[in-house]
């Protein structure tokens, strides 16, 4: 009976630890441009992912509120980024929210977000 028990126990522990890696994560979070579009368009990720913004030299990135984003405006939103054209540069995503971006000369059509999980 000790031995069932103490075997049940092992099983139970040995299942019950998850293996937690050190690794690098594989996911890229990229935004480039091509043509007249973000790519990706929309980029899901994780709270404290690091987000790199890779621009062509027609482009830019904005950005705006959520209400600006679907009026497809471009006014900029207070304390958020901004990326000239054709620059690189990253965001850290520290907040659980979605991100709204244009590329100004580009409107309606170049626009984007980045949704943190």
Known sequence: ?????LIASLVLVFFSCSKQSNEPSN??????TSGLNFVPSTLNCN???TIFFEL????????????????????PLENGFIFDFGSSGYIIANELKTYYYVCTPHLPNMKARIVVN
């Open 1 to 5: 009976m000790k031995n069932q028990i």
């Open 56 to 75: 062509g030299g027609t482009h830019n990135a904005i950005e705006v509120s959520e209400e600006t984003y679907n009026s497809s405006s471009s006014t």
């Open 27 to 32: 996911t890229e979070n990229i935004i480039r």
């Open 47 to 49: 709270i404290g992912d």
